[in-house]
């Protein structure tokens, strides 16, 4: 047996958070290249002018849009350390899957763009991401490019986002006169050279003072003024805050000239924290050391289209994995051989033999496993409830053929199984024409796409006029089903929601009736 905390301690588990075109999957590459999983260009995460043959995109609709709707996770050796990059899904919208991804995740990389700061889509992930106190480490990036002036950026982030950025890199020099980076932590100037297309690693030079100042003359003073600026304004990290999720350390850098990449890595190493005991329902932490348990928070069905298979994404929380042996699922107490134990990363599938607290691990045909569900071994576990996420798209879904009301039905049963639309019914209504609820408008797309092609169910999804959700309760239901503007129905979990037609009247209402059950969902969408 190894030991499980030794192996824990080697762990990082992160994901990457920005707006589209920000450079996430260009950093993802580079990452993969500095780890050594990756020698050139070819067989990239997702091959330049090649998009629709990205590595990391399952299914068809995927492909036929060039964009990456279900998630996957990277693993790749470096330092001697293993690194599990759970990738979010990167399109303009927002999906349910992006919040259980980083429900997973121990810390997130916060990617800007130098010349755009902060953006719409990174301003909602990282609110998720404080609201589980997740650390974030932010690389502003594109600085071979023209961009914004550095400690305007840092404002931005202190403002808008009221986290506080320390940078540990700073950068000597911008746009076509990008040279290198100030590690301010040892006062080193790093000089970087660039190679062809950014295809491999970038050659670095430890370059003194006396030499920068010689050699890149006014870029050099420029930065030196800005890291006095920096320590006089006392910008020094603290593991703590870090890690709670009060400060962020910043690096700059290009991904696409790998300028930085390795500084950021290592931050990966040396500042993130390694996966820590997780609490459990009864806010007890289960020792990295304890039984095998683990967290289901993905479930991705017909991964591939030869076998119609369904795959739940497990993080192990405590214990060593070997595949082959048998665990529990806590819901159903059902025992379940881990024989087919797979590592995806994107199309990628390979056998897991072993893992460790912080890897992700694949387990094929787990019909019964649900998003927040536990398996262990020998000691039960049950996690935390997964929160429920505020839809703000509603449609009304029916069959187009109904000949194929049957498919529809247990299409629908499937994707609400999956999470990847929440499942709405009407008391009176039942099962012909439920309401599907999403958090971004992407999610119908899937629906409808899926239905038709893997259940044979064409269907129509028409737009209705709720643009709101609370959590109610039977009471506050009974006195709510008389009013207009508003719609009592039952989400398949059990839970009673309320839709409201107007925010504004839904507000007038917690005023005026403030003894009404209406609970906000966490996490409002677009
Ligand atoms: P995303 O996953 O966050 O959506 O972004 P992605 O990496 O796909 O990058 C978006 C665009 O920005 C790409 O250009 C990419 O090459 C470019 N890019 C990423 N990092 C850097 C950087 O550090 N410097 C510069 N100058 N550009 C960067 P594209 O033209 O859309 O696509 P491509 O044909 O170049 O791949």
Redesign the pocket.
């Known amino acids: 047996m190894a030991d499980t905390k030794a192996e824990a301690s080697r762990r990082r588990t992160f994901a990457i958070i920005?707006?589209?075109?920000?450079?996430?999957?260009?950093?993802?590459?580079k990452f993969l290249l500095y780890g050594g999983a990756l020698t050139s260009g070819a067989g990239s995460v997702?091959a330049?002018?090649d998009?629709r043959s990205a590595t990391s995109d399952w299914m068809e609709l995927e492909q036929q849009r060039g964009i990456s709707i279900t998630s996957t996770v990277l693993q790749f050796p470096y330092r001697g350390n293993v690194l599990n990059l759970l990738d979010t899904p990167?399109h303009r919208d927002f999906s349910e899957d992006t919040y259980r991804v980083l429900a997973a995740t121990d810390a997130a990389i916060m990617?800007l763009?130098g010349s755009k700061g902060i953006e719409s889509q990174t301003r909602k992930l990282f609110e998720v991401c404080r609201n589980r106190e997740i650390p974030i480490v932010t690389f502003i990036?594109?600085?071979?490019?023209p961009g914004r002036d550095a400690l305007e950026l840092l404002d931005e982030i202190e403002e808008q986002l009221i986290l506080e950025p320390v940078p540990i890199s700073w950068p000597v020099g911008d746009g076509d006169r990008f040279r290198g980076l100030i590690d301010r932590r040892s006062g080193d100037f790093i000089r970087y050279t660039r190679t062809a297309g950014g295809s491999t690693e970038a050659p670095e030079e430890l370059v003194d003072a006396a030499k920068a100042e010689a050699e890149e003359g006014e870029l050099w003073l420029g930065a030196q003024e800005g890291v006095e600026l920096l320590d006089v304004m006392e910008r020094d990290f603290d593991a703590k805050r870090f890690e709670s999720g009060e400060l962020s350390p910043v690096f700059f850098?290009?991904?696409?000239?790998n300028?930085g990449v390795r500084l950021i890595l290592d931050a990966m190493v040396d500042l993130v924290p390694s996966p820590s005991p997780r609490v459990d329902r009864n806010g007890d932490p289960r020792p990295l050391n304890a039984p095998f348990s683990a967290i289901v928070f993905k479930v991705q069905a017909n991964m591939d289209r030869a076998h119609r298979d369904r795959v739940a994404f497990l993080r192990v929380c405590s214990g060593q994995f070997d595949r082959g042996m048998v665990v529990t699922h806590e819901p159903t107490g059902k025992p379940f051989a881990t024989k087919y134990a797979q590592s995806v990363s994107g199309q990628a599938r390979e056998t897991v033999e072993q893992a460790f607290p912080g890897d992700v691990v694949g387990l094929v045909n787990a019909n019964d496993f649900r998003v927040g569900d536990a398996v262990y071994v020998d000691e039960a576990v049950q996690w935390p409830l997964v929160p429920a996420f505020a839809p703000a798209h509603f449609r009304i879904a029916r069959t187009l053929d109904t000949s194929k009301a049957k498919q529809f039905r247990s299409g629908i049963t499937q994707l609400d199984e999956e999470g990847v639309v929440q499942v709405l019914r009407e008391p009176d209504v039942g099962d012909q024409a439920p309401i599907l609820a999403a958090v971004g408008p992407l999610q119908f797309e899937v629906v409808q796409h899926r239905l038709e092609n893997e259940f044979g169910a064409p269907v129509e999804l028409a737009p209705c006029s709720w643009t709101t959700a609370r959590v109610t309760d039977g009471v506050t239901a009974e006195k709510l089903r008389g009013m207009s503007g508003v719609t009592v129905v039952t989400r398949s979990d059990g839970e009673m929601l309320a839709l409201f037609e107007s925010p504004y009247w839904l507000q007038r209402l917690e005023i005026d009736q403030p003894e009404l059950t209406l609970t906000k969902l966490i996490a409002e969408g677009t």
């Open positions: 920005s707006h589209p075109d920000a450079g996430k999957t260009t950093l993802t590459e997702k330049k002018g998009r990167g990617v763009d990036n594109k600085w071979d490019r850098g290009s991904a696409l000239t300028f």
